[in-house]
């Protein structure tokens, strides 16, 4: 018998994912290097974009096909983070205004993780990736304020920025 429910248990089961997901990670840079484990992890990020999000969307009902307006972007990344996020991520969102997704990272738990494999230096954020390639999916433009590249929190010490959507 479960001694957790509801949203712990939602919480549970997302650390569990990103556990697994970390020690791939991990596996990954001890067998190949820095290079290769991050372009290995973009790499599954993008092709379990679309698998992810179907399967999301589909769970709260809300259609994926032929998205226009930015209430409807704004219910797949609610509903995404509602399913997904994960109290112990460390980060919030919101929508300012219409057409924008502002995010701040308070904490990284990727980056606190790469801390603790050795990784840090050269890591390439997966996190804010794995947001735009549900973007990519959904089949709408946008742009990136600021450019990441590698990693913001690292490099400058804070992870903040905004998503512009082109609807």
């Known amino acids: 018998m479960l001694s957790v429910e509801g949203d712990e248990l939602r919480e549970l089961l997302v650390k569990c994912w990103m556990t697994h997901d970390g020690m791939w990670f991990y596996n990954s840079y001890l067998e190949y290097g820095i290079r290769a ?6 790499a599954a990020i993008k092709s379990l974009a679309p698998i992810e999000l179907h399967r999301v969307t589909r769970a709260l009902g809300i259609k994926l096909e032929g998205i226009s307006s930015f209430d409807e972007v704004r219910a797949v990344i609610d509903g995404a983070f509602s ?3 994960g109290d112990f991520m460390g980060f919030d969102y919101d929508f300012p205004e219409e057409n924008i ?16 494999i050795g990784a840090y230096d050269d890591y390439e954020c997966g996190v804010l990736y794995r947001v735009l390639c549900w973007l990519d ?9 600021p450019r990441v590249e590698g990693c913001l929190m690292r490099e400058s010490g804070v992870c903040e ?3 512009r959507f082109a609807i």
């Open 37 to 42: 484990a991050n372009k290995l992890n973009k």
């Open 161 to 163: 920025g905004v998503v």
């Open 137 to 145: 999916c959904i089949g709408i433009g946008y742009e990136v304020e």
């Open 83 to 85: 399913i997904i996020g």
């Open 101 to 116: 997704l502002h995010w701040v990272m308070h904490r990284c738990f990727a980056l606190e993780g790469m801390k603790m």
